[in-house]
T-cell receptor
Framework: AQKITQTQPGMFVQEKEAVTLDCTYD???????LFWYKQPSSGEMIFLIY??????QNATEGRYSLNFQKARKSANLVISASQLGDSAMYFC????????????FGTGTRLTIIP | ETGVTQTPRHLVMGMTNKKSLKCEQH?????MYWYKQSAKKPLELMFV???????ENNSVPSRFSPECPNSSHLFLHLHTLQPEDSALYLC?????????????????FGPGTRLTVT
């Protein structure tokens, strides 16, 4: 079974609108961390935001926020007031518990911002 | 230089060649990683080093040989590769690794080496 599922292969959004990128995950470990990365066409993976499984509040970093719904095993990324520079691939990833080196990535969503 | 750097950015090699990829991190981190990113596939973890000691080898073929001489440098030595090894190879570093209990630490990535095996 897929550990991380991103169901939107591509999205087109008008500039200045908000956008939600979906991510669901599968784990039986009570301790885990969820990450979102952005990969522009240059190839570099840029860390955006982190949510821990025990965090009580949704994570926020500037225009990025994470809509964490633990019971539904969902960790959607919300980008407010989208900009042209937000066009990129976005990856959701998970690390399960201490002692596990593996950061498991989803297949990504290609976001295109339309002027 | 800041962050994580990788050289070369592009590499074309024949199946009988030997080449090396280099990664350097300027963040003072103690863990480094190699990932493989193939088209239309999720990023795959290859190797993890913590304090210059290899802590994970994710079932990678022996034609890929990592080396970590110190906490700032990581190499991936390549020999007798196959065309299916063509991919983007990404290096990353983090403040800690899962084995140290630091599973919350984010990883910082380099720009990658685009490898083509002919």
């Amino acid at each position: 079974a897929q550990k991380i599922t991103q169901t939107q292969p591509g999205m087109f959004v008008q500039e200045k609108e908000a956008v939600t990128l979906d991510c669901t995950y599968d784990t039986s470990d009570p301790s885990y961390g969820l990450f979102w990365y952005k990969q522009p066409s240059s190839g570099e993976m840029i860390f955006l935001i982190y949510q821990g499984s025990y965090d009580q509040q949704n994570a926020t970093e500037g225009r990025y926020s994470l809509n964490f719904q633990k019971a539904r095993k969902s960790a959607n990324l919300v980008i407010s007031a989208s900009q042209l520079g937000d066009s990129a691939m976005y990856f959701c990833a998970m690390r399960e518990g201490p002692g596990n080196e593996k950061l498991t990535f989803g297949t990504g969503t290609r976001l295109t911002i339309i002027p | 230089e800041t962050g994580v750097t990788q050289t070369p950015r592009h590499l074309v090699m024949g199946m009988t060649n030997k080449k090396s990829l280099k990664c350097e991190q300027h963040l003072g981190h103690n863990a480094m990683y190699w990932y493989k990113q193939s088209a239309k596939k999720p990023l795959e973890l290859m190797f993890v080093y913590s304090l210059e000691e290899r802590v994970e080898n994710n079932s990678v073929p022996s034609r890929f040989s990592p080396e970590c001489p110190n906490s700032s440098h990581l190499f991936l030595h390549l020999h007798t590769l196959q065309p299916e090894d063509s991919a983007l190879y990404l290096c990353a570093s983090s403040q800690g690794t899962g084995t140290s209990g630091a599973y919350t630490y984010e990883q910082y990535f380099g720009p990658g080496t685009r490898l083509t095996v002919t």
